[in-house]
């Protein structure tokens, strides 16, 4: 009987396939170095998928991916009891007849457990997959009911978007600063809390959820003037060209996305200035939300979309960017879009 739990082997499974996080990567090699069976299984896992590195990731239509995956995973389920019964049954007659046997019933004990590997590592891939499909969809809906949230705030408010108007030159990175100046975008997001339009846990991504995260005492609201921190809010706001106005909500512009991957390890101390480098790699990865696979995107007309690249739109504009962010370029949290066509979600 195996002592890693299926979360274990799923948290090795995605670490194979590089749809970890950095914290995630990190107990991963923890649990590698410090279990042999998790040892034996990476490196099961390994072998398994090498094949796979020479398959080039866009050559395989979406739809014919998803249709097989979903297929073998409603065989999976189907099979899963015969196929722990049978392991049951195999292991009961293997030790019986151990005893003069050994060396003729090796090779089908390896067959066996080879034939145990292969199923073991399609059916961890599976729940992975349909794991990350359940987060994906539910990430959706909570922007869709963040929406509602902002639509009823505007109504309420004479048209006034629950935003803050940030000035040129002044930070909008310090999520979780509760002093009077308005320096975090994500301010506008809280009145939606605060004011009791949207219930906080929906500003956390699904994919995102973390365990040790001590949840929002409804109580204590108008303590704050902003999201505790980070943990508090997994998604990013678009920061307007100038003061937002209501006629410049419409359509399919961007309101919010996932995450930006940007700004992942942000400042805690927010005396500390903001110097993030842009790498090649920062200017191309997808949303942490959803391990790397995508993000959804909020419009201005209420509808919501997971993509699957960062370039959106006739003009493919990064909405993790700005027209101005280029390979090497430093940011410094108080950027400004140069015209209303620069989606810029932002931290």
């Known amino acids: 009987m195996s002592s890693l739990s299926n979360e274990q082997k799923e948290l090795l499974l995605d670490n194979c396939i590089g749809l970890t996080s950095k914290e995630e990567a990190a107990e991963a090699e923890a649990l590698i170095s410090s279990y042999k069976e998790a040892a034996d299984l990476y490196s099961k896992f390994k072998s398994a998928f090498a094949p796979l590195e020479a398959l080039e990731p866009e050559s395989c239509p979406d739809e014919l991916a998803e249709g097989a995956i979903w297929r073998l995973t409603n065989h999976a389920r189907s099979s899963q009891d015969r196929l722990e019964q049978l392991l049951a049954a195999e292991e009961t007659k293997e030790l019986a007849s151990a005893k003069g046997q050994f060396w003729r019933n090796l090779g089908k004990m390896a067959a066996t457990a080879a034939v145990i590997m292969v199923f073991a590592s399609i059916y961890f891939a599976l729940s992975s997959f349909a794991r990350q499909k359940s987060w994906q969809q539910a990430c959706g809906a909570q922007l869709g009911r963040i929406w509602e949230g902002i639509d009823q705030y505007i109504s309420d408010h004479d048209d006034q978007l629950p935003a803050v108007a940030i000035e040129a030159g002044q930070p909008w990175w310090k999520v979780g600063y509760q002093g009077k100046e308005d320096q975090s975008i994500t301010r506008g997001m809280w009145r939606l809390v605060r004011d009791h339009y949207v219930n906080p846990s929906e500003f956390v ?143």
Request: a positive charge.
């Open 205 to 347: 991504c699904p994919g995102r959820k973390r365990a040790s995260a001590k949840p929002l005492d409804m109580s204590q609201v108008q303590n704050y003037n902003d999201f505790r921190s980070r943990d508090d809010i997994t998604y990013s706001v678009r920061i307007w060209c100038g003061k937002p106005r209501r006629e410049s909500v419409v359509g399919r512009k961007v309101f919010m996305t996932d995450s930006n991957p940007i700004f992942e390890n942000l400042p805690r101390d927010f005396s500390r200035e903001l110097k993030l480098r842009l790498d090649k790699r920062s200017l191309a990865v997808n949303s942490r939300n959803h391990k790397g696979r995508g993000q959804n995107v909020l419009f201005c007309d209420g509808s919501v979309e997971f993509i699957k690249v960062r370039r959106i739109g006739i003009s493919k504009d990064d909405v993790f960017t700005l027209e101005c962010m280029y390979q090497g370029f430093e940011v410094r949290g108080c950027e400004m879009p140069s015209c209303e066509t620069d989606a810029f979600a932002a931290p």
